[in-house]
């Protein structure tokens, strides 16, 4: 991308994020509204707990869950980038050697 089309972007990004500024208004907040009840805030650890340890765990258990029952064949898994592993070769049958 040249100068003048990351100069395009950054004004494009900062006007549109100045107009979403503005066209927010903070101060309504403060006013209550018909039938507003809010309840009770979280505390600190309550928030962590809902927002970073819950998420985090349930990745942990979805990635665990993934490589615990893989199933893939080991012939299919790429070990470095460009190769394949080997595949194991099947011993021959005494009756193919016969005949």
């Given at each position: 991308?040249?100068k ?21 208004s ?66 021959k ?7």
């Amino acid at each position: 991308m040249d100068k003048k089309n990351a100069l395009r972007a950054g004004a494009l990004a900062a006007g549109t994020t100045l107009m979403m500024l503005l066209m927010s208004s903070p101060a309504l907040a403060l006013t209550r509204d018909d039938g507003d009840d809010p309840g009770t805030g979280l505390s600190v650890i309550e928030t962590l707990g809902y927002y970073v340890l819950a998420p985090l765990a349930l990745f942990a258990i979805i990635a665990g869950l993934v490589v615990a029952l893989d199933r893939s064949k080991p012939e299919h898994r790429v070990l470095t980038p460009g190769t394949k592993a080997k595949a194991k070769s099947k011993p021959k049958a005494k009756a193919a050697a016969k005949a």
